[in-house]
């Protein structure tokens, strides 16, 4: 299919408009000029008849008709295409005067009492096609002898003048149309400018550099937008990107260290020959790696889920104590080993995804768990508010510095890397946490400061529960 440039596209509009202008004032001004001229040169013809009449009447008998001739004449001179002739009754010629030669028609006569206009004017062609205009009228000498006046006027010189008028006309207006054309092409190829630089940047675009932003600055109101929504565009692919890469380059670092773990562990008890005892503790440290290596990529590949737009919650009305307290059942082995005793209060019910929801108080729960002292207490609560419910949990601790209060949901984020690069620890607890709240369209907040409570709240916005 033939896909014309936007430019063309333009031009070629412009074209037709031009054409169409120029072509109908053209014609216009052409008709106004030739009537213009037609009804001078018929005023002339009705104002010489009216003239000549009077004269005629002022002389007595034909004779004197033709001893004045030249003043008679004089009436019309001065233009070359005139021509005057006075005839008698039997239409014998007394005065004729026709430079031009052409032929003089016998028009029926305008009668002497009568006055001479416009509409008495006639016309004919001579031998070679021209037009001639004329008016006849009848006129008394003084001794009552009756005589035909005509005046007459060839348009030869007039169809000429209008002719070359036409020529000069049609090639002012094509050379207008030329330079609007040429113009119209200049101003829409430099109008479309920032639209071609547009596209230049777009496809230098790759995945690598995602850095080009398009120029907005002296692009045009419509480009400015498309240019400003292009641009947020980029950005928010540029830190998906970056997030992506980051998430690659941290996963690739956190798996180093177990397999690094495994294989050191490995390569000493292999140095030299061990007890039984020795091997089996060796194979349980293997499997506790191993554990954790599961783990975490159970964790990448939920979160590679949970974004995937195919994902579908699962839910259901749940009633929120009962199912906290079937959490803290399941942590308290490790609670009561930790000395740490877990309070719910919760009377509430929330209409989410359970697996979900017992996921993200797991979560939040084993970390609590990990940071409170023996003797100590961890609190859950959970309650009904106006636009949801919320589900807090928190724990008396170290607590958390501010600084890290805004990264603790990025992926692979510990605090004390050190300390948590133990097995148990993989820092995607709270990403997995926040990304279940982002599918609830919910969100999670923490408060929290040194030595201090640390709460997690989870908010369920109210959904309505389908009948
Ligand atoms: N209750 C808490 N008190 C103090 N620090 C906390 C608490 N909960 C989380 N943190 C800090 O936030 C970090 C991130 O927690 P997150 O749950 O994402 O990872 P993790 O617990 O280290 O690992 P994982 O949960 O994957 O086993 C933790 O390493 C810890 O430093
Ligand atoms: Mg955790």
């Not at 239409?91 to 430079?99: G, K, Y």
């Not at 031998?127 to 003084?142: D, N």
């Not at 990107?241 to 260290?257: E, G, I, K, M, N």
């Not at 877990?342 to 209409?351: G, P």
């Amino acid at each position: 299919m033939l896909r014309l440039s936007l430019s063309a596209r333009l031009t070629t509009t412009f074209i037709v408009i031009t054409v169409v202008c120029f072509g109908a004032v053209g014609y216009l001004q052409f008709k106004a000029v030739s009537k213009r001229i037609y009804e001078q040169d018929e005023t002339n013809l009705v104002l010489s008849a009216r003239h000549l009449r009077r004269l005629v009447a002022e002389l007595d008998s034909t004779r004197d008709l033709v001893l004045h001739q030249d003043r008679l004449v004089a009436t019309i001179l001065g233009d070359a295409a005139n021509a005057m002739r006075i005839t008698d009754r039997n239409s014998h010629v007394l005065i004729d005067h026709n430079p031009s030669g052409y032929l003089i028609a016998s028009l029926r006569p305008v009668p002497e009492d009568q006055r001479i206009t416009l509409a008495d004017i006639r016309s004919w062609n001579d031998a070679g096609g021209k037009e001639i205009r004329g008016v006849a009228t009848t006129a008394s000498l003084g001794n009552g002898t009756s005589v035909t006046i005509t005046v007459a006027r060839s348009l030869a010189d007039r169809a000429a003048l209008l002719s070359r008028y036409r020529r000069d006309t049609a090639v002012s207006l094509l050379a207008g149309m030329l330079v609007a054309v040429m113009l119209s092409y200049l101003l829409v190829y430099r109008a479309l400018r920032p639209l071609r630089v547009m596209a230049e940047n777009a496809s230098a675009i790759t995945a690598q550099r995602l850095s080009t932003r398009m120029p907005s600055g002296d692009a045009p109101a419509e480009l400015h937008a498309l240019a400003i929504a292009l641009n947020d565009m980029l950005a928010r692919l540029e830190e998906g990107f970056a997030r992506v890469w980051q998430f690659t380059v941290d996963l690739a670092h956190d798996l180093r260290t177990p397999i690094g773990n495994l294989r050191g562990a490995n390569e000493v008890a292999l140095a030299r020959s061990r007890s039984v005892a020795e091997y089996e503790a060796l194979l349980g440290s293997n499997i506790e790696e191993c554990d954790r290596v599961s783990r975490m990529i159970e964790s990448v590949l939920f979160l590679a889920r949970a974004e995937s737009p195919q994902f579908a919650l699962q839910r259901a009305v749940i009633d929120i104590e009962a199912e906290l307290q079937r959490i803290a059942d399941y942590f308290e082995g490790i609670a009561s080993e930790a000395g740490v005793s877990i309070h719910i209060d919760a009377r509430a019910t929330v209409y989410a995804d359970r697996d979900l929801f017992r996921r993200a108080v797991s979560n939040l729960l084993s970390n609590a768990l990990r940071y409170t002292a023996p003797g100590e207490a961890i609190n859950i609560l959970a309650k009904k508010i106006d636009h949801g419910v919320y589900v807090t949990v928190e724990n008396p601790g170290p607590g958390i510095d501010p600084e890290h209060l805004d990264k603790l949901f990025d992926r692979f984020y510990r605090i004390d890397r050190s300390r948590s690069d133990s097995a148990k620890s993989t820092g995607l607890g709270l990403s997995i946490v926040k990304s279940i709240m982002e599918l609830h369209g919910g969100d999670v907040i923490v408060e929290s400061h040194s030595n201090a409570t640390t709460r997690f709240t989870l908010l369920f916005p109210r959904v309505t529960i389908p009948e």
